[in-house]
């Protein structure tokens, strides 16, 4: 015997339908983003060559591994919402922004292109923002706060290591 009710809705958080459905939609561009971004620095941590190799192999498995942990407080959030996270790679792929890596570059490439990434996330997080924030939806306006500052950080620190 199924003991769910399911005439179940959900509770009124002070969010209109609409706008939780367009704020649900952002998040789940800014999960796949943030899944894309995760998977290109794990393939750069396991690949990465060259004088630098210590330094970029322990960096990039920090970032991915601070991705992974935000992955999942994005998918939360969009379940505390009332819908379901996408989570297959056809799903992130037709909603993400991030560039898909071709082949192996090399270390000056890989760090380009996670400055990029990093600043892809930003952009879009930061177009969810007033959305959220008209619809007084303060938990996510709060994730997307903290998502925008760790991507901010995380693409000054790697493009100081492309200065002379």
């Known amino acids: ?7 179940y809705k959900l509770a ?18 800014l999960l796949a983003d943030s899944y894309s971004l ?14 630098m190799f210590q330094t970029l192999h322990t960096m990039f498995m920090t970032l991915y591994n ?3 942990l935000a992955v999942d407080l994005i998918a939360e959030r969009i379940r505390a919402l009332g819908e379901p996270a996408p989570g297959s790679y056809e799903q992130f792929a037709a909603l993400t922004s991030i560039v898909p890596t071709k082949g192996n570059p090399n270390a000056t490439a890989m760090i380009r292109d ?16 007033s959305v959220a924030e008209q619809a007084n939806d ?8 903290q998502r925008m500052q760790m991507h901010e950080k995380y693409a000054w620190m790697l493009r100081s290591l492309l200065e002379d």
């Not at 995760?38 to 004088?51: A, D, I």
């Open 66 to 68: 601070e991705q992974w």
């Open 114 to 129: 996670l400055v990029e990434g990093q600043a892809t996330v930003v952009r879009t997080a930061r177009t969810l923002f």
């Open 38 to 51: 995760y998977l290109k620095t794990h393939h750069y941590h396991w690949n990465v060559t060259g004088p």
């Open 12 to 29: 009124d958080m002070g969010i209109a339908d609409d706008d939780r459905l367009q704020i649900v939609e952002g998040l789940s561009k």
């Open 138 to 145: 303060q938990p996510t306006c709060d994730l997307l706060t």
């Open 1 to 7: 015997m199924n003991t769910l009710n399911t005439e």
